[in-house]
């Protein structure tokens, strides 16, 4: 039985760059931030400059793309680790000109068949 530390959870998977992480589960990661993302957005638009909740959704908004900034490289770094590459090539989500092939080619890249350096199966902490 593999400890309780070690056992994949959400915060591994948002906050650590440690271990694997499959094309599902990085996909499913995108979407989580694109929707809280989205939320804080249409809740900020919606709201009047002038109410007294603009201030709230506006530290809102900020802090959904703070978390999703980190969440998103680390998620990178577990799908390349997952690829069998190195996590410093996700850095190249920054880069404006190929950060949406790099994305694509990260959702659509299959995972390797055995374990590697980085783990030693899909989506789980290294051991």
Not at 19 to 39: E, K, Y
């Amino acid at each position: 039985m593999l400890a309780a530390a070690r056992r994949p959870t959400v915060s591994w998977l948002f906050f650590s760059p440690s271990g694997r992480a499959g094309r599902q589960t990085f996909i499913l990661g995108w979407l989580f931030w694109l929707m809280m993302n989205s939320f804080a957005l249409a809740k900020l638009t919606l709201v009047p400059e002038d109410d007294d909740l603009f201030p709230l959704y506006q530290l809102a908004f900020i802090a959904s793309m703070g978390l999703s900034i980190v969440s998103a490289v680390m998620m990178s770094i577990k799908r390349l680790h997952d690829m069998g590459m190195p996590g410093l090539i996700a850095v190249t989500i920054f880069i404006p000109a190929i950060s949406m092939l790099v994305l694509f080619v990260l959702c659509m890249w299959p995972s390797a068949r055995s374990a590697n350096a980085y783990g030693g199966a899909t989506d789980w902490p290294r051991l």
